[in-house]
């Protein structure tokens, strides 16, 4: 039966595998009556849309919507795209009574992702709108299946560090126990590679980029990887491990 109000559903699609991806997303996506999937041109196949086309059928309705993602100087063209945006999905979520609009995102949708920005927008523009979201699996997870790294046991702490927040805060997490993960840094890895010398933690460092696409690369602890390496690249710095199995029980 269908819901009396307008819902949009934020979508975790993993990292870009198509088998990393729930039952429950597929099912909600299949169910949706639209699928909405971020890009930043109306001509590109994104990482999101490319993983949903998966899953669905060919006649799924797919919409694009733009998104100033690489947008962080000109704050005005950012707000701009992200009006334009909020507005586009709204008329998609009121062209039904009870509309559910599906909004597909890589990785999860409560971290660091699109979908929330979005849905704070909507709620100011579709009255009574359901937001609700399914949890998709991380690049950090991914990233540690690959190699096998532990990404915590026992009391250890799990620090995630966006690099837009800058090396000075990397080198800090770092400075501390447990794990520390590090995502977005292709552009300034180097920044990076100088955070884990300075720390004493390169040695077992675990550098991934394209996770879960056909041109992934992940490297062998303690060696970044060469060449240019793309926006959404991965760090995992394990944390120092002694007193045996199950030794911080």
């Not at 997303?25 to 849309?49: K, N, Q, S, Y």
């Amino acid at each position: 039966m269908r819901a009396s109000a307008p819902r949009i559903v934020g979508v975790g699609m993993g990292p870009g595998d198509p088998e990393l991806v729930t039952v429950k997303a597929v099912r909600v996506l299949r169910e949706a009556d639209v699928i909405v999937v971020p890009v930043m041109d109306t001509g590109e196949l994104g990482r999101a849309e490319a993983t949903v086309r998966q899953h669905v059928a060919g006649d799924a309705e797919i919409v694009r919507v733009v998104f100033a993602l690489n947008e962080r100087e000109d704050r005005g063209r950012r707000e701009a795209a992200w009006d334009a945006a909020g507005t586009r999905v709204a008329e998609l979520l009121r062209g039904g009574g009870g509309r559910t609009v599906a909004f597909a995102t890589i990785g999860d949708p409560n971290v660091y992702s699109t979908f929330t920005y979005l849905a704070e927008t909507l709620r100011g523009l579709v009255p009574g709108l359901v937001v609700e979201t399914v949890p998709g699996i991380t690049a950090m997870q991914a990233l540690a299946a690959a190699s096998g790294t532990v990404l915590a046991e026992g009391t250890e702490p799990l620090t995630l560090v966006p690099m837009t927040a800058g090396q000075d805060v990397l080198r800090g997490a770092l400075e501390g126990p447990g794990t520390v993960v590090a995502y977005k840094f292709g552009r300034v890895a180097g920044q990076v590679a100088a955070a884990l010398a300075e720390t004493g933690r390169a040695g077992d460092a675990v550098w991934g980029a394209a996770l879960g696409l056909p041109d992934e690369r992940i490297a062998e602890p303690g060696t970044p990887i060469e060449g240019a390496l793309p926006y959404l690249s991965t760090l995992i710095a394990p944390a120092a491990r002694t007193g045996g199995r199950g030794g911080k029980l």
